[in-house]
């Protein structure tokens, strides 16, 4: 069976399509794969079925998936660990794990000069042209740095990151969160400026912060990180109480993660993510504790 990690970016999203460097963790949470020889290719996730030729986007993201492997048909069963379209990489760790099953199947090692254009190839068809972020942190899992320009570097955290996920509201869609930003860039172009010069800075600080495994001053850098984020209004009333309620229950810092607008929240804890767990399930957040270990990337 071949696996791969879903994502949260920790900072730097938005300012990431200006050029900023963000940094994500890959979280234990994602997609397993099994790719079995057919006669035409097909794809069982769950409820969803499809083969190729049926039109639908599930079915044309395996046949370009498949296109970009040079591969044969194959059924594929995939297990999703993760909400769909959340913001927590689901459709980039079903292609990387697709991708891995795949080569598994015809003989050939997962490489990732291989794999990564493979699920690009797949994310393409759900997300038009997607950053690579998503992809290279399926593939690698442990944390990353990722600019545009220069694409994923690995980095080492120094101690052990404790985190706690919710879903604070139907998630927006990435596209009309990202034009939301570029319309108030061209209104008001002082106000996003200085908001991704404070984001650089700040991402700045928090790669010094976790390869020194210093968790308190992580934490105050993500609640920075996401006040600066509201003030570029992609947070909502939800994703406001998710945080306010996992500060309250002692988490060390918490934003949003992803696009906003809904969709996923992030709060960093000390060590126990189940006071902030049970803070949000008492508000019927749905809710999991994901960790990051020191070096556990998988390549
Ligand atoms: O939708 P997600 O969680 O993959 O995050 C999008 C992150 C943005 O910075 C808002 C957009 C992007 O392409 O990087």
Redesign the pocket.
């Known amino acids: 069976m071949a696996r791969a990690h879903g994502?949260?970016?920790l900072f730097?999203?938005?300012?990431?399509?200006y050029g900023v460097p963000?940094i994500a963790v890959g979280i234990s949470a994602g997609a397993n794969a099994r790719a079995f020889s057919a006669a035409v290719a097909s794809i069982s996730i769950g409820d969803f079925r499809a083969r190729a030729g049926d039109g639908s986007e599930l079915a044309l993201a395996l046949e370009a998936l498949l296109a970009a492997l040079g591969a044969p048909p194959y059924a594929l069963e995939v297990e999703l660990e993760l909400p769909a379209g959340?913001?927590?990489?689901a459709s980039?760790a079903l292609g990387v794990a697709i991708a891995r099953a795949v080569l598994e199947a015809v003989g050939e090692p997962p490489a990732e000069a291989r794999v990564l254009p493979a699920a690009a190839a797949w994310e393409g068809v759900f997300h038009g042209s997607?950053?690579g972020?998503?992809a290279a942190a399926a593939f690698h899992g442990g944390c990353l740095w990722y600019s545009r320009a220069d694409g994923a570097r690995r980095l080492e955290p120094g101690a052990e990151l404790s985190l706690a996920i919710a879903l604070a509201g139907p998630?927006a869609p990435?596209r009309s969160?990202?034009e939301s930003?570029a319309r108030l860039k061209s209104r008001r172009p002082e106000v996003v400026d200085k908001a991704l010069a404070g984001i650089r800075a700040l991402v700045d600080n928090a790669r010094l912060s976790l390869e020194a495994g210093d968790r308190r001053s992580l934490g105050q850098l993500m609640d920075l990180n996401h006040m600066i984020l509201s003030g570029l209004f992609?947070s909502t009333e939800g994703i406001e109480t998710a945080c306010r309620l996992a500060r309250e229950a002692g988490a060390l810092g918490a934003k949003l993660?992803?696009?906003?607008g809904g969709?996923?929240v992030v709060a960093l804890v000390e060590d126990d993510a189940e006071p902030v767990l049970a803070a949000w399930r008492a508000a019927e957040l749905r809710c999991f504790a994901a960790r990051v270990m020191p070096g556990a990337g998988d390549s």
Do not use: N, Q, R, Y
């Open positions: 994502k949260v970016i730097g999203e938005h300012a990431v399509v963000a959340a913001g927590l990489g980039a997607a950053s972020i998503d998630p990435t969160m990202v930003v992609v993660t992803g696009a906003g969709g996923a």
